[in-house]
């Protein structure tokens, strides 16, 4: 963790265990720093396994080991290495890479394609293969830890850590959920910048899991942002060891399917709030609704547009309720508007109403909301029933500074 915390940070969860999941950390010292920044996290024999990674058409080489084990749909170990991203490395990141799963492969004795790795810090740097290999005996040697200590290992810009857990019943079984996180800065769909593991005891079928988790993504992760800007390393992993006591999720149709997606999707939703909570120098948690679009999809992107706009999000970390930043967003966004039509609204107050300002507005209410953390800003175009909530935070000069010396 680094920098002070976000005044916008909750507190860490109690968490349950999750049977089929050991956790290790240990200090591979990929940056001159005192903390450990290796995680091992061990997987019961038949964990299935589901992923979403970046669309960056610049990946990591761990990206892309892990798009191609995911297709065999089961999982022994993961192992994440903190304040190196690996990144644009060439053949000496793929080298470390297949290092690293050649290690853990062959001290659990599973194949090399159950291994799933990530990597987050500095882009351009290898990732040293002396010093991985040497975290990664640390870690083996090293005795479980707590999920705390697993959150706080796989962080690097973060100022708190990040976790949530939640629950569903698959028949009279209760299966548990947890998902710990890390984000910061570099955040934008598709997918948000961010290194994500969600874990369940729950018995899933991999196809299943997997498109469990692309739905929950669609609605949570892919719909936050901090400043537009996607990684290369963006990654989220969902881990079902399958040691509840339950008949095996196969289909949607399955007993017990549809509470776990609420579940899963709950927790995603969780989760990517505390990655904008935590949005470098934020000091607004802000939720941006659209309705009255032509479809879901343009709803999405002009809510992203407006988001995403620095005049929208500079204003509301001044407290400045200048809507009209709201209306210069939807006009850029290159979706079907019409200004006539469209309605802003900050707080549930509106101020804006068929393409003017509304009559006797008084702007008292508005500033008093923007005084708060939670900032609520909706625009209504008009034109159809499409609709899409997106999350993002303010733009503060604490942004700056912290990107501005990322690498010292």
């Known amino acids: ?60 080489p761990e990206v892309e080991w892990c798009r191609s084990a995911l297709p065999q749909g ?135 899991l997997q498109q469990m988790l692309g739905a929950a993504n669609r609605n949570t992760f892919n719909c936050i942002t901090v400043d537009s800007d996607t990684s290369t390393s963006d990654t989220v992993l969902a881990f079902a060891t399958g040691q509840a006591d339950h008949p095996r999720l196969e289909t949607m149709d ?40 032509v479809s879901d999809e343009s709803a999405h992107r002009i809510a992203l547009s407006i988001a995403n706009s620095p005049l929208v999000k500079t204003a509301i970390a001044g407290e400045d309720a200048n809507w009209g930043r709201v209306v210069m967003a939807v006009g850029k966004a290159g979706e079907p508007a019409e200004r006539d039509l469209l309605s802003i609204r900050f707080g549930g107050v509106e101020v804006a109403s068929q393409g003017v300002v509304v009559e006797g507005y008084d702007e008292a209410p508005v500033a008093a909301h923007l005084k708060g953390q939670e900032i609520l800003v909706e625009a209504d175009i008009g034109l159809g029933q499409g609709r899409a909530t997106v999350w993002t935070c303010d733009l503060t000069h604490g942004y700056i500074a912290i990107n501005a010396d990322y690498r010292s």
């Not at 969860?13 to 996290?41: E, N």
């Open 1 to 60: 963790m680094s920098h002070s915390v976000s005044p916008l940070a909750l507190p860490f969860p109690q968490l349950p265990a999750i049977a089929g999941v050991t956790p290790h950390v240990a200090r591979a010292r990929y940056k001159d720093w005192d903390r450990c920044d290796l995680s091992l996290v061990e997987l019961a024999p038949g964990t299935a396994v589901a992923g979403v990674t970046t669309t960056s058409k610049c990946p990591s």
């Open 74 to 208: 089961s999982a022994r170990a993961l192992v994440v290495s903190a304040g190196n991203a690996n990144a644009f490395t060439g053949g000496k990141g793929r080298d470390a890479v297949q290092m690293v799963v050649d290690t853990v492969s062959a001290q659990l004795g599973c194949a090399a394609q159950e291994v799933f790795v990530s990597a987050t810090g500095v882009i351009g740097v290898p990732l040293p293969q002396d010093k991985a290999r040497a975290g990664l005996d640390a870690a083996f040697a090293a005795a479980p830890c707590s999920w705390r200590d697993l959150t706080d290992a796989i962080g690097t810009t973060d100022t708190f850590a990040k976790a949530a857990t939640t629950s569903a019943m698959i028949g009279d079984r209760r299966v548990e959920l947890v998902g710990v996180i890390k984000g910061s800065g570099m955040i934008a769909p598709d997918m948000a910048t961010m290194l994500g593991y969600i874990f369940t005891d729950a018995t899933i079928a991999p196809a299943l």
């Open 254 to 293: 399955s007993v017990g399917t549809d509470a776990f997606a609420a579940a899963l999707a709950d927790l995603c939703r969780q989760l990517a709030h505390l990655v904008v909570r935590d949005g470098e120098g934020a000091t607004k948690f802000i939720e941006v609704r659209v309705t009255g679009a």
